[in-house]
């Protein structure tokens, strides 16, 4: 009898609309079985699950009961696909969106599961893309900059709304009940690994992105939080204490009662968690400077490994042996782009498009794509701002929005697709030139994720508009593929698996034999229509014209909770 002796791990990706695992082969990084689970009750921006909480404006909640379900659903689900014996899987490690944080109870009970706040929104996840904090991350800025507080420049000199300090204070603010009920604040990320270890572990990636930590010095002053609201002064204890572990480690074993519920082995090793974007960049099989990996999904996030701490304006972060060991790890992003083609698709389409696409047997985002493609740059008449949903880097304003400029009655549907497409590579590029002009090489461009996987189109005009060959990550589930290979990390080798991730990336990690490379012609179109992207940016972005602020306190004005006040 012939025994199979392969190992395996378990990656499990939490993103904005759903959860995704993969059980992977060890040493070969083969993905022997995929699961998907959208989450039940999505992202909550209009009501809470009662039906009849509304929400305001920029608010975007989740139900930490839909990431306990990707689990009992997902995990069963590969190892009956694959045929795999719990006993053959070494580690579990697993990715999510950041900062999505919670208020819990000392038990680990998050406080919207209890009856007397289930319908208060405050005490729901607030998903990475809620952005009503931002009156607390401007007024967090303002501290910040007045006392000359040293971490701002590690963050591109803003801290974002979208971030662990201006949510919970928005909590604080809105919702004092809520605030003192908790026990502590969490990212989800660490709440799913503390359901499946029994510990609150906080992972190094997080805190160091999104809640200002440094590995040397520690979180902001005490000082610092009392001048911000003297109710915060002791925050770090009160709300955000906790072991923080540098990702690469273990957080700790299954226990018995997690074991069960999804069917592994009690002891199983569990990874520290990890960022979704930050967790892809070994599974592309990057480890080393200059090589930009585009995360391309809801949203995108571009990540960069460089030696040396540099400080550049409006990105998200910088912080050491933030995404690999040994390195510096930076990060910046766009909080708008599978999103925006989504708006589009859900509000802007025409009935005969949707025809169309039923008689072709194909989704709007196809329909769209082909046509566009028949498109040459420049060809729209149309250039737009990829501000749907704020600018994350290199502006970091959650205040800023939209913009299409050029349309005419001729103006057709996939001429907007194209131009939304393309206001986002331009986006790309102010942050790929933000790096270099402040001492950050980007020598190669990768791309992994939900779009570069869907959309060959886009990946072409970025390449196009970046004038740089576009490698894609030969993982339909990066992600999670990036989390298996923490989960054998964090498993060791003496149980099957790596000691470092380096080890891992060499032989799990990878990229698809071709790549997307520059076009002359569309790069010459598009080197033009970028100065005027450029041009608009500084014009709509830095303060020249506040026309998108005034509109949108024009807009509160006139609106409670997105209701028009009579
Ligand atoms: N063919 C497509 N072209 C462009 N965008 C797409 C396409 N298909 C889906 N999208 C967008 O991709 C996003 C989902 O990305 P994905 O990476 O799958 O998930 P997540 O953001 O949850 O990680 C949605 O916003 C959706 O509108
Ligand atoms: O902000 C981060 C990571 O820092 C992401 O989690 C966030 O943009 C969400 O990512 P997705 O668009 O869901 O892939």
Same mark, same amino acid.
């Given at each position: 009898m012939v025994m199979n002796m392969a190992k395996y791990s378990i990656g499990v990706d939490f993103g904005t609309q759903s959860g995704r695992a993969v059980l992977v082969e060890i040493g070969?990084?083969?993905?022997?079985a995929t699961a998907v689970k959208a989450y039940?009750?999505?992202?909550?921006?209009?009501?809470?699950p009662d039906g009849v909480t509304r929400l305001a404006d920029d608010w975007a909640l989740q139900h930490p009961g839909d990431y306990l379900e990707v689990l009992h659903e997902t995990i069963p689900q590969l190892l009956q696909a694959a045929g795999v014996? $719990?006993?053959?899987?070494i580690g579990i490690g697993i990715d999510f969106t950041a900062c999505t944080m919670l208020p819990i109870a000392?038990?680990?009970?998050?406080?919207?599961?209890r009856a007397e706040f289930?319908?208060? $929104?405050?005490?729901?996840v607030k998903l990475?893309?809620?952005?009503?904090a931002q009156d607390e991350a401007n007024r967090l800025n303002d501290t910040a900059t007045s006392r000359g507080e040293t971490f701002l420049a590690r963050y591109g000199g803003k801290i974002s709304s979208e971030w662990m300090l201006p949510k919970l204070w928005q909590i604080l603010n809105e919702a004092p009940e809520i605030y003192d009920a908790a026990d502590v604040m969490v990212e989800a990320a660490d709440w799913v690994v503390m359901q499946l270890t029994g510990k609150l572990v906080r992972n190094s990636c997080t805190a160091g992105y999104?809640? @200002?930590?440094?590995?040397?010095?520690?979180? &902001?002053s005490q000082d610092f939080f009392r001048a911000l609201d $003297?109710?915060?002064?002791n925050v770090i204890d009160d709300k955000l204490r906790g072991e923080i572990r540098p990702i690469g480690t273990r957080a700790g074993e299954l226990t018995e009662v997690a074991a069960n519920l999804i069917g592994l082995r009690p002891g199983t090793p569990v990874a520290v968690a990890n960022v979704d974007a930050h967790v892809s960049m070994p599974a592309v099989g990057i480890t080393e400077p200059g090589k930009l990996l585009m995360i391309m999904g809801t949203s995108t996030c571009h990540v960069l490994l460089g030696t040396e701490e540099r400080m550049v304006p409006g990105m998200c972060g910088v912080v050491e042996?933030? @995404? @690999? &060991? %040994?390195y510096m790890g930076y990060e910046a992003g766009q909080s708008c782009v599978g999103d925006h083609f989504e708006w589009f698709i859900e509000q802007c389409v025409p009935v005969n498009y949707v025809e169309e696409a039923n008689r072709q047997g194909v989704g709007i985002h196809q329909l769209l794509t082909q046509k566009a493609k028949a498109l040459r740059p420049g060809e729209s008449g149309l250039l737009a701002l990829?501000?749907?949903? %704020?600018?994350?880097?290199?502006?970091?304003?959650?205040d800023l929005t939209g913009m299409l400029l050029?349309?005419?009655?001729?103006?057709?549907p996939e001429e907007i697709y194209r131009a939304l497409i393309e206001a986002t590579a331009f986006g790309t590029r102010m942050i790929v030139e933000t790096f270099r002009e402040y %001492?950050? $090489?980007?020598d190669e461009v990768y791309a992994c994720g939900g779009i570069a996987e869907k959309n060959d189109l886009m990946m072409q005009i970025y390449a196009d508009v970046l004038n740089m060959p576009i490698r894609i990550g030969a993982s339909s589930q990066t992600p999670a593929l990036g989390s298996a290979m923490f989960g054998a990390v964090a498993a060791g080798k003496t149980n099957g %698996?790596?000691?470092s991730i380096q080890d891992a990336a060499r032989e799990m990690g990878g990229v698809k034999p071709d790549a997307y490379l520059p076009q002359e012609d569309a790069v010459k179109v598009y080197d033009v229509l970028y100065a005027e992207y450029a041009r608009l940016y500084d014009y709509?972005?830095?303060?020249?014209?506040?026309v998108m602020k005034t509109l949108k306190q024009l807009k509160s004005a006139t609106t409670k909770d997105g209701v028009p006040v009579c």
């Open positions: 070969t990084g083969r993905e022997v039940t009750h999505g992202v909550m921006d209009a009501y809470l014996e $719990p006993a053959d899987v000392a038990d680990g009970t998050p406080l919207c599961m289930a319908s208060h $929104p405050h005490s729901y990475w893309k809620h952005h009503a999104k809640a @200002i930590w440094h590995k040397r010095d520690g979180y &902001p $003297p109710r915060l002064e042996d933030g @995404i @690999i &060991p %040994g990829d501000w749907w949903n %704020g600018n994350r880097s290199t502006l970091v304003d959650a050029g349309a005419t009655l001729a103006t057709k %001492g950050v $090489p980007v %698996g790596y000691d709509f972005g830095r303060g020249e014209n506040n």
